[in-house]
């Protein structure tokens, strides 16, 4: 019987080394990348990223957290994004479908196309540009406004507006307070 067992994990050696080695790990077609984290289809070059990315073909591309289809270029991502085209971009938090350029974002923003633009909170269809928002935004299209508050559909240009606003389209007008129309 000890013969006969010697035998059998002799065939059984001789049968595993005459088989191809498996791969070891997922292959990716990656130059240059520093990964830390799971990644799914990852085609980037000169990349660093920490965190979980799936079909992830960015160029020169830091990325700290979960990022799904994301094409971005020399883009720092921090958070959730989900289909974010973005350049030059450093993003603080949830973004979904975030096209702006040389944006800093900081909150939620839901279908956000400004330039420029410094946002601090929540903001919902905002397209102003060079615009510095500090609370709730609802559809609002400034260009060079300071708001502080709660502000829907407001089209003032240069106007800083602390407070709550409805329908605001003064120019180059200061309000503390509550106003509608």
């Keep these: 019987m000890k013969l006969t067992s010697v035998l059998c994990l002799f065939a059984t050696g001789a049968i ?4 191809p080695k498996p791969a070891r790990g997922i292959r990716a077609p990656v130059d240059k990348d520093d990964t830390y984290g799971l990644n799914f289809d990852k085609r980037a070059d000169s990349d660093e990223t920490y965190g ?11 990325t700290y957290g979960l990022n799904f289809d994301k094409r971005a270029e020399k883009d720092e991502a921090y958070g959730l994004n989900f289909d974010k085209r973005a350049e030059s971009d450093d ?3 949830l973004n ?3 096209r702006a350029d040389n944006d800093d974002t900081y909150g939620l923003n839901f279908d956000k196309r400004a330039d ?6 929540l903001n919902f269809d905002k397209r102003a540009d060079s615009d510095d928002t500090y609370g709730l935004n609802f559809d609002k299209r400034a260009d060079k406004d300071e708001t502080y508050g709660l502000n829907f559909n407001k089209r003032a240009d240069e106007d800083e507006t602390y407070g709550l606003n409805f ?4 120019d180059k007008d200061e309000t503390y307070g509550l106003n509608f129309d």
């Design 16 to 19: 595993a080394a005459a088989l």
């Design 52 to 62: 979980l990315n799936f079909d992830k073909r960015a160029d020169s591309d830091e």
């Design 91 to 93: 993003t603080y938090g």
């Design 96 to 98: 979904f479908d975030k």
């Design 116 to 121: 420029s633009d410094d946002t601090y909170g």
């Design 167 to 170: 329908d605001k389209r003064a």
